[in-house]
């Protein structure tokens, strides 16, 4: 395997492992553009998108849960003949056996057993090893297989007391802000559980879950309070405006909405709620932009369209973040001040005078 490719499956899992590109690129002290970068080589060598833009946070795909899974199962040695596979070079000297294809159909989000280990400071899961070991890692020999990601909790040891499992609810950019406070609630609580569901939700989705029994906690994205069930304030992210660090506009102190709305501009998705409530948030505050000229969740994508247009794109939360730590890429300065998207927290109605959930609730809250 070559250094370049050895470089992007590093980059590859200690994006899993963090679940952010700032995370990321702080842990592996690499700018953020590039790690989009490396990322965007590595899709384009397997064929495949095997990240997705989730709200500010990047989630694996069908196709990327694949390789995390192929990648957990396999030893070292394989991984040239592994990457064989997937691109469908057939090396000369390495027998290749065929393949099923990736199947790239959408999947229902599945309830994992919350069990990360902390690192360097780094919050990672549990079942999730690093592909390149570093010198004080212990040999590949040495570890015991990691278990696939699909785990189910596991069930209490004969003649201890039974454990109470609490399904918590999360948008995966949300759960980065309090997931040390869940490892500390779980240290500190052996008779509690914790499953995670991490999935890109507003309030009508908490909702269904909700109905369905399927969450007893929600954090989830709104702009404004809720009316589906009891809800309380957590905190906020502003939206910003990015464009190209040599935009005409870029180094204004006062830009007015119709400088702004005037501007072409560039979208996440579609189907990404993270634009839905962006899109809102901006015209509730009278700033309503343009059709954008491309739509996509590849920030690769986005940052090279601002750096080479005159294109501006909204973000908040993480990717705001991310964006604005990027080189070549500046925050436009809008004189009425940006609207901002709430963050939740809710506790399924049934639930509400459980002593458990209340101290978890309350716990993360603080």
């Known amino acids: 395997m070559s250094a370049s490719m050895v470089r992007q499956f590093d980059v590859f899992a200690q994006l899993v492992a963090t679940g952010s590109i700032t995370a990321c690129s702080e842990a592996l002290t690499l700018p953020a553009a590039d790690v989009i970068d490396t990322?965007?080589?590595l899709e384009d060598l397997l064929g495949h998108q095997i990240f997705a833009i989730e709200g500010g946070t990047v989630a694996l795909t069908p196709p990327g849960q694949k390789i995390l899974a192929a990648l957990n199962e396999m030893a070292l040695d394989d991984h040239v003949l592994w990457t064989g596979e997937l691109t469908g070079e057939v090396r000369?000297?390495?027998?290749?056996?065929?393949?099923?294809p990736l199947e790239t159909e959408e999947r229902e989000p599945e309830t994992v057993a919350f069990e990360p280990v902390i690192n360097d400071g780094?919050?990672?899961?549990?079942?999730?090893?690093?592909?390149?070991?570093?010198?004080?890692?212990?040999?590949?020999?040495?570890v015991a297989p990691a278990p696939t990601p699909d785990l189910q909790p596991e069930a209490p040891r004969a003649g201890s007391d039974a454990?109470?499992?609490?399904?918590?609810?999360?948008?995966?950019?949300?759960?980065?802000?309090?997931?040390?406070?869940?490892?500390?609630f779980e240290d500190a609580s052996p008779d509690i559980g914790i499953e995670l569901m991490l999935e890109s939700i507003d309030e009508d989705q908490a909702a269904r879950l909700f109905l369905e029994g399927k969450?007893?906690?929600?954090?989830y994205y709104a702009l404004a309070e809720t009316h589906?069930?009891?809800?309380?304030?957590?905190?906020?992210?502003?939206?910003?405006?990015?464009?190209?660090?040599?935009?005409?506009?870029?180094?204004?102190?006062?830009?007015?909405a119709r400088e702004i709305s005037t501007l072409p501009c560039v979208a996440l998705g579609k189907n990404n709620l993270a634009r839905a409530l962006t899109e809102s948030a901006l015209e509730a505050s009278g700033?309503?932009?343009?059709?954008p000229e491309l739509e996509t969740d590849d920030l690769y994508r986005i940052m090279n369209m601002l750096k080479n247009t005159d294109a501006c794109f909204a973000a908040f939360g993480p990717m705001a973040r991310d964006f604005g730590k990027m080189?070549?890429?500046?925050?436009?300065a809008y004189a009425s001040g940006l609207p901002q998207i709430q963050v939740r927290q809710a506790i399924r109605p049934a639930l509400a005078e459980d002593p458990a959930i209340m101290a978890l609730a309350e716990f993360l809250f603080r």
């Open 39 to 41: 990322m965007s080589r």
């Open 92 to 100: 000369p000297d390495i027998p290749f056996k065929q393949t099923e």
């Open 122 to 142: 780094v919050v990672r899961p549990k079942h999730f090893r690093p592909l390149h070991a570093t010198e004080d890692a212990p040999s590949p020999a040495a």
């Open 163 to 184: 454990v109470q499992i609490i399904t918590l609810a999360s948008h995966p950019a949300i759960f980065s802000h309090f997931q040390e406070a869940l490892l500390a």
């Open 215 to 219: 969450a007893d906690i929600a954090y």
């Open 228 to 256: 589906h069930f009891p809800s309380r304030y957590a905190w906020s992210e502003r939206i910003s405006l990015f464009v190209g660090a040599d935009h005409p506009l870029a180094r204004e102190e006062a830009l007015g």
């Open 287 to 291: 700033l309503v932009m343009p059709p």
């Open 327 to 332: 080189g070549g890429i500046a925050r436009l």
